[in-house]
Each structure stands twice: as C-alpha cells, then as structure tokens.
C-alpha cells in the first residue's frame, strides 16, 4: 500500500504542477477581463434565471441542472476539502479558495454557454453536451475530445466516488458505531437505484435534495459562528494575513497556501473543470448564456457560501492542524484527528456538547454524497454516451463500474481515495481549461448575442446558425420560430 501511495501521489504531483495551479488562474482572469467581469454585472440575472417550479418537456429545467451541478460540487469539497486544504496550505489557503470562485465563476459561464451551444438532442429526447462535443465539433480536435471523455470516466467516473463514500463511512463509523463496509454497501445499493434512472430521475431529486442539505448546514454553520461570534474577526484576519505571508507562523508556506487554495478550490466548485458544463448541457433553454449564468451563480453558492461556513466551523472551534512544508507541524491542536471530515464533525461535538452535532452532520453528509455522485455519475455517463452513441450495453456496464468504484472507498485508507481524486480533477482541468482558452472568441459571441437581444427588449433565443453552429439534431429547433 506505500509504495502505491507513493506512486499516486507522484503522479498527482505532477499533475497539479503549479502550471495549472497558474492557468486556472490565468483562464480566469482573462475570461473575466474579456468579457467585463459578467459574474458582477449579471449577477442579478443569474438570480432572475432561476425559477424552481418549471418543467422541461426535453432533457431536465434549468434549476434541475443548477441543483443537480450544486449537489453535485455541494460534497466534500466544501467540508474534508476545505479541512485538507487548511492542513497542508494554512488558513490562508481558504482565501485563495474564494479567489478561485469568483475568477472562476466566468471560466464556469464560458465551459457552460459552449457545453450549451453545441449540444445534441439524442433519440430518447435528452439532450447531451460537455467539452467532449464542443472540442470535436469547434475545435475539430476529435483526438482531443475523446481524451477528454476518457479523462472523466478515468474522474468523476472510477477515480473520484471512492472520496465520498469514504467520508461517509467514516463519519457514520465515528457518529454512530456502524460498521464502515455495512455503510457503504447500504448507501451503494440506494445510489443504484437513482443512477438507473438516468438524467431525468437525477435530476428530480437533486431539486430537492439539493437545496434542504444546503439550508441546513449553512443554519448550523450560522449557530456555531453565532456562538463564536467575538472570535469572527481573528479568524478572517487569520485567513487574509496568512494568504500572503504576513502571518509569521504561516509565511514558510505561502506558495502551498496558493496552490491547496486553487486545488481545493477548483475540486469544491469544478469552474474550469468541464463537469459541470456536462450537466448543464442537459438543461432545456432558450439561450447557452442563460444556463450559463445560473451555474456561474452555483460556483458562488459553492465556495463562497457552504466552504466558508466550513472554515469559519474548523478555525472558530480550533479544531485544526497546518502541516509545513518540511512535514513539522506549524499548529497540532488536534494531533489524533486526521484532515478532512472528522475535524468538522469533531467541531460541532464541541460546539454543541456532545455527540448531537456529529450525528446531526453524519445525516447532511448522507445528502452531501448522494448528490455529488449522482452528479458524478451523470458527468461520467454522458461521456459513456459520447463515445458508444446509442449502445445500452456500454452504459449498463459502467453503471457497474461506477458502482463497484464507490464502494472501494471503504477498501482504502483516506489518502489513497484524496491523491486518486485530485488526479481525475486535474486531468479534466488540463483539457478542458485549454480548449475554453482556445474558444474565448466564440463564448464571447454567446452573451454578446444575449445582452443585444435583452437591450432590444426580448426573451434572448440562441440561433446557432447565427453564430456557424450547425445544429444537426435539432437541439435548438423548437426556439428558431419565436
């Protein structure tokens, strides 16, 4: 088992180099620039976009999609990624984890509208989309695309769901003494069930499991801070001078404060990912720019909302550690507790004098991982889908896969499970993150074509021959004649 740690985490070394540490960054920025910063001028339409009571005749609502890329970026990232995030970048690294969310929100528009705009409608009425389409079809990469679909069953498909039930076994191991095998054949057999479904059944209960896990863990987010509220200001204080060095205990570390803020980051909200853009693209709507701003608004949601009630939760009660860069400890304020879900969980026993508070968590981390693999799964699917069309068997198959992967999240010790899943993300982030560079042009076109269309007046309607997208399958058929 070293010696396998050993491996994995040299390649994710390699994988999460500070290249693309600096390129999520880049990507960005330069989308923000070019674009006049679109996730602060149309905030207020990302907003307006969303209307939770519509159906979709075709494919799944926009809000299905928003809560389903929600649940989906809603897991661990935002709870054992922010406490791992910490451990090996210090406090600081949860500012630059807010960093990457409002840059990235625009690379999140961008991956989105593109996802949208060259989307399919398939023979069972879905429609379908991600990178894997717009890279073929824009970038004429087929090569590239298809790297691209392997990449994210390699993810979100094989090496990322082992995370999420590890988590979940653990928290329920500590919570309530189950057994951590009997959790997670249980929680694979229910997830079996939804999957099976396909995009519309996922998309179903992602509406509304999606916002009650949210609510409920912002509102005992809100209680601890609450309890907490005369130590508020140390703790940001904390994070802002520790994210540039200006913090004497932290300053050893400020380039893995950077670089953990981005990686978990980029893993909590997916902007720049591609993933989330491939369940967006399942979205009936009028114009790519719509579905394109309600995930921007998913982004923000993410990070800027449940991770920082996650960190608030972690520094308030000081139930932390910050290993430095020569592996000594900078602060050991919980020695026995390993990084991720169980210093959260450990918090909120304190905070709420007992065990109440990390039984009360074991049931949001039910919600947390179900939608994020339900998302996962879907992000996965659709690429299964890309690459054998209609075939069923191909898909059945991998729906055993994805199954059997999940599972081996109690087979495996925690840092296994993190390095495999930091390795999908960055394999997805390498490919996707370029092709989007190399279509700025074209998504700029997109929500410049939707701003001239709300100044005149109207409802925006994407016409693709407007902008030399040939729309074979008639995605957007039903939207030319209005």
């Known amino acids: 088992m070293e010696g396998l740690t050993t491996a994995l985490n040299a390649v994710n070394d390699v994988l999460w180099s500070m290249p693309l540490v600096f390129l999520c960054l880049g990507a960005g920025i330069w989308f923000t620039v070019r674009m006049k910063f679109p996730q602060f001028r149309l905030i207020k339409d990302m907003f307006k976009l969303l209307s939770p009571g519509s159906k979709a005749a075709d494919g799944i609502s926009p809000f299905q999609a928003f809560a389903t890329t929600v649940g989906s970026r809603v897991g661990m990232g935002n709870i054992a990624g922010v406490a791992t995030a910490i451990f090996f ?31 399919i409608k398939t023979n069972d009425g879905e429609y379908l989309g991600g990178p894997q389409f717009f890279i073929e079809e824009a970038l004429r990469a087929k090569p590239l695309a298809i790297a691209f679909a392997l990449a994210t ?11 999420h039930i590890n988590s979940i076994a653990s928290t329920f191991n500590q919570a309530f003494g189950l057994q ?13 069930l939804v999957i099976c479904g396909g995009v519309k059944r996922i998309g179903t209960v992602a509406e509304y499991l999606a916002p009650v896990m949210c609510i409920v863990y912002v509102i005992i987010g809100i209680v601890v801070i609450g309890m907490n509220i005369g130590q508020v200001p140390e703790a940001l204080g904390l994070i802002f001078t520790s994210a540039f060095g200006a913090n004497e205990m932290f300053a050893g570390i400020i380039g893995a404060a950077i670089s953990w803020g981005v990686k978990r980051g980029v893993y909590s909200n997916e902007a720049g990912q591609g993933s989330g853009a491939i369940v967006s693209a399942a979205a009936e709507t009028s114009h790519p720019a719509k579905q394109g701003l309600v995930q921007a608004l998913s982004v923000y949601i993410d990070t800027l909302v449940i ?16 290993q430095g860069a020569d592996g000594s400890m900078i602060v050991n304020n919980v020695p026995s507790l390993q990084y991720g879900i169980l210093w959260v969980q450990s918090a909120l026993n304190d905070a709420f004098t007992g065990t109440i508070g990390g039984k009360a968590l ?15 799964y879907y992000e996965a699917e659709s690429n299964v889908r890309y690459l054998f069309k209609e075939n069923k ?5 991998f729906r055993a896969i994805f199954i059997l992967s999940c599972f081996t999240g109690v087979l495996v010790n ?9 390795s999908g993300v960055a394999l997805m982030a390498w490919i996707n993150i370029v092709a989007i560079l190399l279509l700025s042009n074209k998504s700029i076109a997109i929500l410049k074509d939707y701003e001239e269309q709300k100044k005149a007046g109207k409802d925006p ?9 040939i729309d074979e399958t008639g995605a957007w058929a039903k939207y030319q004649n209005q």
Do not use: H
């Not at 498909?157 to 995370?163: A, K, Q, R, S």
């Not at 951590?180 to 079996?192: K, S, W």
């Not at 840092?415 to 495999?420: C, D, F, I, K």
């Open 89 to 119: 970048g210090g406090p600081g690294a949860v500012f630059w984890m807010w960093v990457i969310a409002i840059i990235g929100a625009a690379s999140a528009f961008v991956e989105t509208a593109l996802a949208q705009a060259y989307k």
């Open 153 to 163: 069953i390699l993810g979100p498909g094989i090496l990322m769901p082992g995370v």
């Open 180 to 192: 951590e095998l009997l959790v997670g054949a249980v929680f694979c057999a229910v997830l079996a």
């Open 307 to 322: 991770s920082t009630v996650s960190a608030l939760i972690i520094l308030l009660t000081g139930v932390y550690n910050v």
């Open 362 to 376: 074991a049931i949001i981390i039910v919600m947390f991982v179900f939608t994020s693999l339900m998302g996962y």
């Open 393 to 397: 068997v191909p898909l059945w198959i």
């Open 414 to 422: 925690g840092e296994v499970v993190w390095t495999m899943g930091d």
């Open 461 to 469: 309607v994407f016409s693709p021959e407007k902008l030399g997208i």
